[in-house]
């Protein structure tokens, strides 16, 4: 039982550089969200499902889109990566808001 | 929206001794607190939460409480060993919306 996988672990991009952040759960899980998390700012909230085909804004979502693919997957994409989003980016699933989410192991990424 | 302040941003004591970190929440409307440990280079794991209608929980040598009149909630951990040093973060929500996590409290426990 896999639980969250995120894809990749780390990554480097240039400014200006779009990629796309994956992720995605076997837990039959109907809401999954995407935090990034800075050195003394916790955990903050980019976007959210609450269920499948819905997303929502969290507190941080300028410069991020989502996907919610189908129940299993939910990615995050940077259309033109600035340095300011270096950072650490946790997917989480839970079976419905307001319960204990499952994190991923995070990807690591850095732009340059 | 929701705020949710934790205290202290660390905490070191010595192996044996409790532990306890604080939080305060904004929204009164806010029903469900979790507590999530996070060990370096691995994403946060939950380890305790309650509910609104709850005033205190226990499981094994880690507790939590919850004050609503005063909006904040704590977690208590007794007899301390080495592998209780992480990052512990609190975190409120209000039903239907996300969590909204406290900053963290880095806890080392000293042989």
């Known amino acids: 039982n896999a639980g969250v996988t995120q894809t990749p672990k780390f990554q480097v991009l240039k400014t200006g550089q779009s990629m796309t952040l994956q992720c995605a759960q076997d837990?039959?899980?109907?809401?999954m969200y995407w935090y990034r998390q800075d050195p003394g700012m916790g955990l903050r909230l980019i976007y959210y499902s609450a269920s499948e085909g819905t997303t929502d804004k969290g507190e941080v979502p300028n410069g991020y889109n989502v996907s919610r693919l189908n129940k299993r997957e939910f990615s995050l994409r940077l259309e033109s990566a600035a340095p300011s989003q270096t950072s650490v980016y946790f997917c989480?699933?839970?079976?419905?808001?307001?319960?204990?989410?499952?994190f991923g192991s995070g990807t690591r990424l850095t732009v340059v | 929206g929701e705020n949710v302040e934790q205290h202290p941003s660390t905490l070191s004591v010595q192996e044996g001794d409790s532990a306890v970190i604080k939080c305060t929440y904004s929204d009164s409307a806010s029903n469900y607190f979790p507590w999530y440990k996070q060990e370096l280079g691995k994403g946060p794991q939950l380890i305790i939460d309650?509910?609104?209608?709850?005033g205190e929980k226990k499981d094994q040598r880690i507790a939590v409480t919850l004050n609503k009149t005063a909006k904040h909630f704590s977690l208590h951990i007794t007899e301390t060993q080495p592998e209780d040093s992480a990052v512990y973060f609190c975190a409120a929500m209000t039903s239907g919306y996300a969590l909204n996590f406290g900053k963290g409290t880095s806890l080392l426990v000293t042989p």
């Open positions: 989480a699933s839970s079976i419905r808001t307001g319960e204990g989410y499952t």
């Open positions: 837990m039959n899980h109907n809401s």
């Open positions: 309650i509910r609104s209608n709850v």
